[in-house]
């Protein structure tokens, strides 16, 4: 079995930075997509970022120059720094993992929102104010 658990999310204004953070516990050894989605009130979930185990990353066009995911391997550690914040970045953030993993960044980017993708943490809420 696998845990993601997330931190890091929180209030800032428009322009500001976070990171958001997911440790990843259990039976994580092997090939892995991960990533992180969000969904927004009344809105469907979107894919973020993604990366894989060849250290590719994918982005969504709404956050691309202004995301970065990056996984800290020995501390089994996914990360999402997002800097320069708009009001419609916010929601909640979802990490996501897919284990034993055959995807690219890109594909994973593409499925990850789905509930049969793998695992996904509980979410961490990301508030901007204008």
């Known amino acids: 079995q696998v845990r993601l658990v997330e931190s890091g999310g929180g209030s800032v204004q428009a322009g500001g930075s976070l990171r958001l953070s997911c440790t990843a516990s259990?039976?994580?050894?092997?090939?892995?997509?991960m990533g992180w989605i969000r969904q927004a009130p009344g809105k469907e979930r979107e894919g973020v970022a993604a990366?894989?185990?060849?250290?590719?990353?994918a982005y969504a066009d709404s956050v691309k120059g202004r995301f970065t995911i990056s996984k800290d391997n020995a501390e089994n550690t996914l990360y999402l720094q997002m800097n320069s914040l708009k009001p419609e970045d916010a929601a909640m953030y979802y990490c996501a993992a897919q284990f034993h993993s055959t995807l690219t960044a890109v594909q994973a980017l593409g499925l990850m929102s789905r509930p049969d993708f793998g695992y996904w943490g509980q979410g961490t809420q990301v508030t901007v104010s204008s």
């Open positions: 259990g039976n994580t050894n092997s090939r892995y997509s």
């Open positions: 990366i894989d185990s060849d250290g590719r990353t």
